[in-house]
T-cell receptor
Framework: AQKITQTQPGMFVQEKEAVTLDCTYDTSDPSYGLFWYKQPSSGEMIFLIYQGSYDQQNATEGRYSLNFQKARKSANLVISASQLGDSAMYFC?????????????FGSGTRLLVRP | DSGVTQTPKHLITATGQRVTLRCSPRSGDLSVYWYQQSLDQGLQFLIQYYNGEERAKGNILERFSAQQFPDLHSELNLSSLELGDSALYFCASSPNPSTLEKLFFGSGTQLSVL
C-alpha cells in the first residue's frame, strides 16, 4: 500500500528565514506524483507545488521548492524567506491509482507557525 | 480563488438527518473529487466522477452517495447522519485527471452533526 509520512506535527520558524517541511513516501509504482498543499486557518486547501517522479529537476514555484530525493523517497517542501502569512497546516500528498482513476492520498500534515 | 465552488459553507444538523452538499468544478474541468477531512481520520478520498461517470471509490460509507449531473456539478448526499460524520467536506477538480498533476480544491463545507 502506498503511504505518505509527515513526521513533524508542528514547527516554528522565524520570519524571513527558510524552513523545510519533511515528507517521505512509499510506493512500488515507477510513475508517481507528489504534491504539497497549504491549509490556512480559514480552511481552504491551496495547491502549492507538484513533482513528477520522472522530472529531472526539483520543482519550484516562487518561494516554494520541492527537494526531491528519489532514492531516499523523500519530497521535502522548502519555503524561503518565511512570511507571517505562511503560518498554516501543510500537507504532502501522492497520486495513486491508475490513469483513469487517479486520486491523491495525504499525509497527516505539519503545522507551521512563523514568528515575527 | 481555486474556481471550485462549494455550497453551503456551513451546515448544522441533527443525528439521523440527511443533507446534500453541492459542488461546481472549475470551468472546463470534467472531473469532480470528494474528500472528507476529520480530526481523527485526516484527509480521506471518498469518490471521483468524470463527465457524469463514477471513476474511483474510496472510503465512502454506504450511507453516503454522490452523483455528477450533465452540467458537471456534483452533489454528495449524506444520510442517517451520525456524530462522527461531522467533518470538513471538500470537492476538487482537475484539468487533466488522466495525469492528475494538479487538483484544485473548493473552500469546503463544514458539517456539524449535533
Amino acid at each position: 500500500a502506498q503511504k505518505i509520512t509527515q513526521t513533524q506535527p508542528g514547527m516554528f520558524v522565524q520570519e524571513k528565514e527558510a524552513v523545510t517541511l519533511d515528507c517521505t513516501y512509499d510506493t512500488s509504482d515507477p510513475s508517481y506524483g507528489l504534491f504539497w498543499y497549504k491549509q490556512p486557518s480559514s480552511g481552504e486547501m491551496i495547491f502549492l507545488i507538484y513533482q513528477g517522479s520522472y522530472d529531472q529537476q526539483n520543482a519550484t514555484e516562487g518561494r516554494y521548492s520541492l527537494n526531491f530525493q528519489k532514492a531516499r523517497k523523500s519530497a521535502n517542501l522548502v519555503i524561503s524567506a518565511s512570511q507571517l502569512g505562511d503560518s498554516a497546516m501543510y500537507f504532502c500528498a501522492m497520486r495513486e491509482g491508475e490513469a483513469s482513476s487517479y486520486k491523491l492520498i495525504f499525509g497527516s500534515g505539519t503545522r507551521l507557525l512563523v514568528r515575527p | 480563488d481555486s474556481g471550485v465552488t462549494q455550497t453551503p459553507k456551513h451546515l448544522i444538523t441533527a443525528t439521523g438527518q440527511r443533507v446534500t452538499l453541492r459542488c461546481s468544478p472549475r470551468s472546463g474541468d470534467l472531473s469532480v473529487y470528494w474528500y472528507q477531512q476529520s480530526l481523527d481520520q485526516g484527509l480521506q478520498f471518498l469518490i471521483q466522477y468524470y463527465n457524469g461517470e463514477e471513476r474511483a471509490k474510496g472510503n465512502i460509507l454506504e450511507r453516503f452517495s454522490a452523483q455528477q449531473f450533465p452540467d458537471l456539478h456534483s452533489e454528495l448526499n449524506l444520510s442517517s447522519l451520525e456524530l462522527g460524520d461531522s467533518a470538513l467536506y471538500f470537492c476538487a477538480s482537475s484539468p487533466n485527471p488522466s495525469t492528475l498533476e494538479k487538483l484544485f480544491f473548493g473552500s469546503g463545507t463544514q458539517l456539524s452533526v449535533l
